[in-house]
């Protein structure tokens, strides 16, 4: 008992848990950074670290350790706790992943994955709206438009893959063991896997607030959105809360549409390299549509994702069961 | 780790609330202890929200809904109409659309009772 207590610290809070999860943002944040000055033709951070490998961090501390000032009309503890249980949440999830070292796993434990992950934008604009401010207001108005177009698409199209699974191989929708077998999807149902595959990383973008759909923060018209009245600690973890979000659905979209931990089966060294080779695939390309496409306006997203995305995911969904 | 769902939904459950309050106690409190720093002086414009140079005492926030509203609209003009139409007439005839839920209900359990 006292073994597996020491274990699920271990798990929660070190690796694949919290201490990962800040390691794996800094480097990606780094990576991003890096990508995008040279699209800019610049040379991005160089200073802090090697090749500025540490100026997230940097970034991090100075944040953290600013004076927490929040305006009048704003609420004091509340966001704060809020959106560090949406961190906690978004590293949670990593335990029902093959980079776990013992993944937890169950029949259905999807639902549990869903759930957590929907609980994270509205936390982001809780914390935004606990601020007010009428660009704020703005900002989390399209945020919201945007999640009510752009949920439902992702949750159909990362049920697919679970589905075909579950028909195919047995896995009773689990995330985890779905990923050891999604390199056989594609050939089991591939009409349903490329509707899915596509209409998931769509809506990815769209819940990351990657180009063109990066309506609510737009910084030259709305002063950042969301974030316009976050400083100092607040913007520190709101922003922590949104680069934990490209870890975490971009892992997922891996770990179901990519072959998960294939060429390796089931958990452990090897396998967790391979997810991770993947994941960073999926955010270099994130970055560089990020960096390459022109922002849309919040109707136009919105009109492209309804228009496109939920007959695609639902098309997908009833391929899935039926093919 | 094979476990059941309600064991496993209690487990990511305390896993992230546990996470939580280290990100919290770690993150914010920890470091506003030890090093947040305090401005030496604070001037009349501190936590009020300042537009083109004046302090707004009473700052109108739009509304939420209303904003999702113009969105939808914007996107979807004659379909959102007939969208907000259909919803305010749902609305108003309450009563009627929770009698003629009330009578397929009830035609529901007669089919059932009869087929059983």
Redesign the interface.
């Known amino acids: 008992m006292v073994d597996q207590v020491i274990w699920?610290?271990f798990?929660?809070?070190v690796y694949p848990?919290?201490v990962f999860v800040v390691l794996l943002i800094i480097f990606t944040q780094w990576l991003y950074r890096k990508l995008s000055a040279r699209i800019q033709y610049r040379r991005g951070p160089i200073h802090s670290g090697p090749f500025g490998l540490l100026q997230p961090l940097a970034d991090l501390i100075k944040l953290?350790?600013?004076?927490?000032?929040?305006?009048?009309?704003g609420l004091n503890i509340p966001p704060?706790?809020v959106i560090?249980?949406?961190?906690?949440?978004l590293?949670?999830?990593t335990?029902?992943t093959p980079l776990a070292l013992?993944?937890?796993?169950?029949?259905?434990?999807a639902?549990?994955v869903l759930y957590?992950l929907a609980f994270v934008p509205f936390a982001i604009a809780y914390l935004a709206?606990s601020n007010?401010?009428?660009y704020t207001?703005?900002g989390?108005?399209?945020y919201?438009?945007l999640l009510?177009a752009a949920e439902p698409p992702f949750v159909l199209s990362f049920l697919v893959p679970l589905v075909i699974a579950a028909r195919h191989e047995g896995t009773e929708y689990s995330v985890y063991l779905t990923s050891n077998f999604s390199y056989r999807l594609w050939a089991e149902n591939p009409a349903s896997m490329a509707l899915a595959a596509a209409s998931s990383f769509i809506a990815v973008m769209a819940l990351l607030m990657v180009k063109p759909f990066d309506s609510p923060e737009a910084e030259a018209e709305i002063y950042w959105g969301l974030f316009t009245e976050l400083g100092g600690?607040r913007l520190?973890?709101g922003m922590?809360a949104k680069f934990a979000e490209r870890i975490v659905y971009p892992l997922f979209f891996a770990l179901l549409f990519l072959g998960g931990p294939w060429p390796f089966q089931g958990s452990g060294l090897l396998p967790a390299t391979a997810v991770l080779l993947k994941y960073l695939a999926v955010y270099v390309v994130l970055t560089i549509v990020d960096n390459s496409l022109p922002r849309y306006r919040?109707?136009?997203a919105?009109?492209f994702l309804?228009k496109y995305l939920y007959p695609m995911s639902v098309i997908s969904l009833v391929l899935a069961v039926v093919l | 780790?094979?476990?059941?769902?309600y064991?496993?939904?209690a487990?990511?459950a305390?896993?992230?609330?546990?996470?939580?309050?280290?990100?919290?106690f770690v993150?914010?409190w920890l470091?506003?202890r030890v090093?947040?720093?305090?401005?030496a002086e604070e001037d009349e414009v501190?936590?009020?929200?300042v537009f083109s140079g004046f302090i707004v005492d009473k700052?109108?926030?739009?509304s939420?809904v209303e904003?999702?509203k113009d969105?939808?609209s914007?996107?979807?003009r004659r379909g959102f109409r007939v969208v907000e139409r259909t919803s305010r007439g749902l609305v108003v005839d309450w009563y009627l659309v929770g009698y003629l839920l009330m009578l397929a209900l009830l035609i529901a359990g007669v089919v059932i009772w009869l087929t059983r």
Not at chain 1, 84 to 89: E, N, Q, W
């Open positions: 699920f610290l798990e929660s809070l848990g919290l953290l350790a600013k004076e927490d000032v929040y305006n009048v009309f704060l706790v560090s249980l949406a961190i906690g949440a590293s949670s999830v335990l029902l013992k993944p937890l796993y169950a029949p259905f434990d639902v549990v957590l709206l007010p401010n009428p207001s703005v989390v108005a399209r919201l438009a009510i600690p520190a973890l922590f919040p109707d136009q919105v009109e309804i | 780790m094979l476990l059941d769902l064991t496993l939904t487990v990511v305390a896993a992230t609330a546990l996470t939580g309050l280290v990100v919290y993150f914010y470091f506003q090093a947040g720093r305090r401005e501190k936590r009020k929200i700052p109108e926030f739009p939420l904003l999702v969105i939808y914007r996107a979807f």
